[in-house]
């Protein structure tokens, strides 16, 4: 005689920051839920993310900051819980928080202090929380939906399906919210790793090797975005903040274009430069501008005799050539790093026939899927965050 199954008002599928997010708010609705992952603890990329120090929000957020092939989607779960509901939320579990950058929230001391608060939001909802806990099937029973499980068989009235993108998979991360999408018939759009740095092929990955840690202010564009924030020389190529944000606009076979003086008007300064001063140097005027190993390595990349050479022995061709290398300097990465080291994912589950009231898929009310595993992906700098939180709300509310 077998088993009977276990029965749940809802069942999440994934305990990171949206699943935890939505789940404790559908318990709190008064429903029995459930929360299933396959890892061995909630939140592991909470964990790690901002340096384990958690972005968990920005106070700037707006659907501006989000892509998607339905840009209007997140319009109403942003509008619902906003980041001021989530730094409340923060304050009142007595979590300390720094601004780091203007409208960028991060744990004072841990972001294990975040997982913290959403499992005991979790407990304190009543949610029935099971790790390590493996899903073979999904199918359809009337009007819900029978979970086949290593804990038994289990039916739900409602199944969430959170489980995230394919960024990072040393954290766990699969593609199994793709695989459910895809078998209740919802397209889900190419999928890429972004908020990653670049790789670079030669001779342009030794020399940024040689720069391995040296970082400066820069603007970069491609694919009709524009970033000014920094940059980071490292072994494989270029990260950083501005190299992470260009990264969900570049395509294979692209440039950057990279402005490595954003704030200066380098043919101006420099021709300036040759009239005021015309005895100093070139490497003089670079090593007042830049880092001294980048400004030393400049001069060594484009093969200038500098070191004993005045600016007034400039001419005013080469001095634009100068200024066209620091103000506009092309560079073409070979790829990114690839899920390894990505942040999120662009694409996944297409918006189309998903509700953006509760994240239900319209054929299919009984079915949902929230966070990062849909078609919504943030900008760097907390945004991600919000859309869990925003996501999560607005789903586990209305289960």
């Not at 935890?20 to 029995?32: D, E, F, T, V």
């Not at 620091?326 to 998903?354: C, F, M």
């Not at 949902?368 to 939180?389: H, K, S």
Request: glycine share 10%.
């Amino acid at each position: 005689m077998g088993h009977a199954a276990m029965t749940y008002d809802v069942v999440v599928i994934g305990a990171g920051a949206a699943g935890l997010m939505c789940a404790a708010q559908a318990g709190y609705a008064g429903r029995r839920v459930a929360l299933l992952d396959h890892a061995n603890k909630a939140g592991k990329k909470i964990l790690m993310s901002g340096g384990g120090r958690c972005n968990f929000t920005n106070l700037a957020t707006t659907p501006q900051h989000f892509y998607s092939q339905n840009p209007y989607f997140s319009i109403s779960a942003l509008k619902r819980y906003r980041p001021e509901h989530f730094v409340e939320l923060v304050e009142r579990h007595g979590i300390d928080y720094v601004e780091k950058t203007p409208g960028q929230l991060f744990c004072a001391s841990s972001a294990k202090d975040i997982v913290q608060l959403l499992l005991t939001e979790a407990q304190w909802a009543g949610v029935d929380i099971q790790l390590k806990t493996r899903i073979h099937r999904l199918e359809r029973q009337g009007e819900g939906i029978c979970l086949d499980t290593s804990l038994g068989r289990i039916e739900a009235g409602v199944v969430v399906v959170a489980t995230g993108g394919l960024s990072i998979p040393t954290m766990g991360a699969t593609g199994f919210g793709y695989d459910i999408a895809r078998q209740f018939g919802l397209e889900v759009l190419p999928t890429r790793p972004a908020l990653v740095p670049f790789t670079l092929g030669e001779p342009w990955k030794t020399r940024c090797a040689a720069l391995s840690g040296v970082s400066l202010d820069v603007a970069v564009e491609c694919g009709g975005g524009y970033f000014k924030e920094p940059m980071l020389f490292t072994h494989r190529g270029i990260s950083g903040p501005a190299m992470l944000q260009i990264s969900s606009l570049w395509l294979p076979g692209e440039a950057l274009r990279i402005n490595l003086l954003p704030d200066e008007d380098v043919a101006t300064s420099l021709r300036s430069a040759r009239e005021q001063t015309p005895k100093r140097k070139l490497q003089t005027w670079l090593g007042e501008r830049f880092p001294k190993r980048l400004a030393q390595a400049l001069t060594e990349w484009y093969g200038d005799a500098v070191d004993e050479t005045p600016l007034a022995q400039y001419s005013n061709a080469q001095l634009d050539e100068w200024a066209q290398r620091l103000n506009d300097w092309q560079l073409k990465p070979t790829a990114t790093e690839g899920w390894r080291t990505a942040e999120v994912t662009l694409g996944g589950v297409s918006t189309q026939h998903i509700s953006s009231r509760d994240f239900s898929v319209k054929e299919l009310p009984q079915l949902r899927f929230i966070g990062e595993v849909l078609d919504v992906t943030g900008e760097l700098g907390g945004y991600n965050f919000q859309w869990a939180w925003a996501s999560g709300v607005a789903c586990g509310q209305a289960c």
